[in-house]
């Protein structure tokens, strides 16, 4: 979609587009004045380069494409220094910004449209001092226990600062990222909202332009949070409900995260490199309950939700017809219909739902057919790192 034609939606169908498929936007309003003053507004959202990617990363070029789609330039930013303080990758600068390069490649792979974006890292921010002031500006209205408790945005606890103090540093940078970058709006997954609400704080105490917050959720593992955790799980209501800020989405966010798909185990996580027959092993191990309530931690239908029918726009479900033949859903509330009702089984589901997968993956391998130099590198060092440990 042109920025010709982004400019023809109307604001309404512009927040939709932005909105689709999101958990939290903090908040409208703000959204809506920012479409209604400026011709092409700015978003961004931060990634660690720290490993191979997974199938998370096919929600998030999603919504790429969606604010791009709304007229957004968005920037895509490369947390090397902050992957540095993380100890991501040996704690080696240069194999964090080798495997930044991969992980674009990964996104121009997944559809993220070039000319739309532009990838800038954090290493180019860092030399100016305007940066560093802004930091410190930030740090003066925020307290010590605030920024410890941000620093789950990094995968860490309050008191691993303790450890290594460059740790605390972290939310902060964050926050500056956000504000010297003069976005208006800030995108990242559910597990990253304390940042972005310790940056909207902080713009209320400085007096600078308030960043519009956006979140996606967080895909569940294919082995499924219930049975990891089902004290901490039964709290977490339909995904929906995050879409109304309240006194209970942090405690739901924890939930996600502690469900979250992780690269760090492969056999509860989609790699986006992940060949059919892997896909299909995986899926027939996944957790799958048939029952409503418990939508927003089934990991195949988060799949199905948030990437196969965005992407694809229909599921085709192959099974005999003594268990009713083959069948197609248009679109993610008809498939619920017949799942929920029984009339769709988990293992149909878990069928249809592997090829629809690796059909989204398809121009994936494509891609790194044909560009596999940094995907290789890659591997690479990520044999290197295993060494390491």
């Known amino acids: 979609m042109s920025a010709l034609i982004s400019m023809a939606l109307t604001i309404d169908e512009r927040v939709n587009l932005v909105t689709r498929n999101t958990i939290e936007l903090v908040n409208e309003q703000e959204l809506r004045e920012v479409f209604a003053t400026k011709e092409q507004p700015l978003a961004y959202i931060g990634f660690e380069p720290s490993g191979f990617v997974h199938?998370?990363?096919?929600?998030?070029?999603?919504?790429?494409?969606?604010?791009?789609?709304?007229?957004?330039?968005?920037?895509?930013?490369?947390?090397?220094?902050?992957?540095?303080?993380?100890?991501?990758?040996?704690?080696?600068?240069?194999?964090?910004?080798?495997?930044?390069?991969?992980?674009?490649?990964?996104?121009?792979?997944?559809?993220?449209?070039?000319?739309?974006?532009?990838?800038?890292?954090?290493?180019?921010?860092?030399?100016?001092?305007?940066?560093?002031?802004?930091?410190?500006?930030?740090?003066?209205?925020?307290?010590?226990?605030?920024?410890?408790?941000?620093?789950?945005?990094?995968?860490?606890?309050?008191?691993?600062?303790?450890?290594?103090?460059?740790?605390?540093?972290?939310?902060?940078?964050?926050?500056?990222?956000?504000?010297?970058?003069?976005?208006?709006?800030?995108?990242?997954?559910?597990?990253q909202r304390r940042a972005n609400m310790l940056a909207r704080d902080a713009a209320d105490k400085l007096g600078w332009k308030k960043p519009i917050a956006l979140h996606t959720p967080l895909?569940?593992?294919?082995?499924?949070?219930?049975?990891?955790?089902?004290?901490?799980?039964?709290?977490?209501?339909?995904?929906?409900?995050?879409?109304?800020?309240?006194?209970?989405?942090?405690?739901?966010?924890?939930?996600?995260?502690?469900?979250?798909?992780?690269?760090?185990?492969?056999?509860?996580?989609?790699?986006?490199?992940?060949?059919?027959?892997?896909?299909?092993?995986?899926?027939?191990k996944a957790y799958c309950p048939p029952e409503e309530e418990k939508e927003a931690e089934n990991p195949i239908l988060m799949l199905a939700k948030y990437v196969v029918f965005p992407r694809l726009g229909t599921l085709a479900i192959e099974r005999p017809e003594k268990y009713g033949g083959n069948v197609s859903y248009d679109s993610y509330e008809a498939l619920t219909v017949d799942y929920f009702s029984g009339k769709l089984s988990p293992v149909d589901l878990k069928t249809g739902m592997a090829e629809g997968t690796a059909k989204v993956l398809d121009p994936v391998a494509a891609y790194f057919r044909e560009h596999p130099e940094n995907y290789l590198r890659m591997q690479e060092i990520m044999k290197t790192v295993g060494k390491l440990r």
């Open 219 to 284: 895909l569940p593992g294919l082995r499924g949070g219930a049975r990891m955790n089902p004290e901490g799980v039964k709290n977490v209501e339909k995904t929906e409900v995050c879409k109304t800020v309240n006194d209970g989405i942090e405690s739901k966010v924890e939930c996600m995260i502690e469900m979250k798909m992780s690269k760090s185990d492969p056999t509860s996580s989609i790699n986006i490199h992940d060949d059919r027959a892997s896909i299909r092993t995986k899926f027939k």
């Open 55 to 191: 199938m998370g990363w096919a929600l998030v070029t999603q919504k790429i494409r969606d604010l791009c789609d709304a007229g957004f330039k968005v920037i895509i930013f490369w947390a090397d220094w902050h992957a540095y303080i993380n100890d991501k990758l040996g704690g080696s600068l240069e194999n964090i910004r080798d495997c930044a390069r991969y992980m674009e490649d990964c996104f121009v792979a997944l559809g993220v449209p070039r000319d739309k974006v532009e990838f800038k890292y954090a290493s180019e921010l860092l030399d100016d001092i305007e940066y560093w002031e802004k930091l410190i500006k930030i740090g003066k209205v925020t307290s010590l226990s605030r920024v410890k408790r941000a620093m789950t945005v990094m995968g860490r606890k309050e008191d691993e600062a303790d450890l290594d103090s460059s740790k605390v540093i972290y939310p902060l940078m964050q926050a500056a990222d956000i504000f010297h970058l003069g976005v208006d709006l800030s995108y990242a997954g559910i597990d």
